[in-house]
């Protein structure tokens, strides 16, 4: 499997401000997903990130509250915009090389909003 | 709507015992089910994957059973260790009669293995 690395690990952010989350994978990769961890509770995805084209979110997630970039193959950005207590979450990326294989994440990155 | 749940949702067992963990899913249209395991504030580590015309997978002490027509899973971990302690999750990846990239997560059962 490709090493797949996200930064920063954990943030604390003040209410209002954006965080952009960033994922490298250190090999090229057919898809690539970002998924929301809530406190508590199980991992939801917010949207596939297609490369060179807009991303494809899920029911209840917008573009204007979680824009994501897919520039190639091995590297996604997610942002978290105007954050309010309620984003707090653990944020990871995912990658699958497309069929029917694996699905292989990130560490995450623990947001806490203050 | 696919729902999927893991029973127990806590665990705790001496070690070295032999233990299994279950999941459960409504809809039996899928394409595989993976578990992961997840340690305190990390991300997932994926355990096995199992397509959905396959029975089992086995990876050392781990050994993964599907019965999609029940919609069940199970996971076995034979002589559990203290370092096997974690939350595990199990997810599907549904056919909705077509392509789809989304996995569906049970609420994970969280396992303590004690010295």
């Known amino acids: 499997s490709a090493v797949i690395s996200q930064k920063p690990s954990r943030d604390i952010c003040q209410r209002g401000t954006s965080l952009t989350i960033q994922c490298q994978v250190d090999s090229q990769v057919t898809m690539m997903f970002w998924y929301r961890q809530q406190p508590g509770q199980s991992l939801t995805l917010i949207a596939t990130a297609n490369q060179g084209s807009e991303a494809t979110y899920e029911s209840g997630f917008v573009i204007d509250k979680f824009p994501i970039s897919r520039p190639n193959l091995t590297f996604s950005t997610l942002t978290v915009s105007n954050m309010s207590p309620e984003d707090s979450s653990i944020y990871l990326c995912?990658?699958?090389?497309?069929?029917?294989?694996?699905?292989?994440f990130g560490q995450g990155t623990r947001l806490t909003v203050v | 709507k696919q729902e999927v749940t893991q029973i127990p949702a806590a665990l705790s067992v001496p070690e070295g015992e032999n233990l299994v963990l279950n999941c459960s899913f409504t809809?039996?249209?899928?394409?595989?089910l993976q578990w992961f395991r997840q340690d305190p504030g990390k991300g997932l580590t994926s355990l096995l994957l199992?397509?959905?015309?396959?029975r089992e997978q086995t990876s050392g002490r781990l050994n993964a059973s599907l019965d999609k027509s029940s919609g069940r899973s199970t996971l076995y971990i034979a002589a559990s260790q203290p370092g096997d302690s974690a939350t595990y999750l199990c997810?599907?990846?549904?056919?909705?009669?077509?392509?789809?990239?989304?996995?569906?997560f049970g609420t994970g059962t969280l396992l303590a293995v004690q010295p």
């Open positions: 809809d039996s249209a899928i394409y595989n």
């Open positions: 995912s990658y699958r090389r497309g069929g029917n294989t694996e699905a292989f």
């Open positions: 199992i397509q959905s015309s396959q």
């Open positions: 997810a599907v990846r549904p056919d909705y009669g077509g392509a789809t990239n989304k996995l569906i």
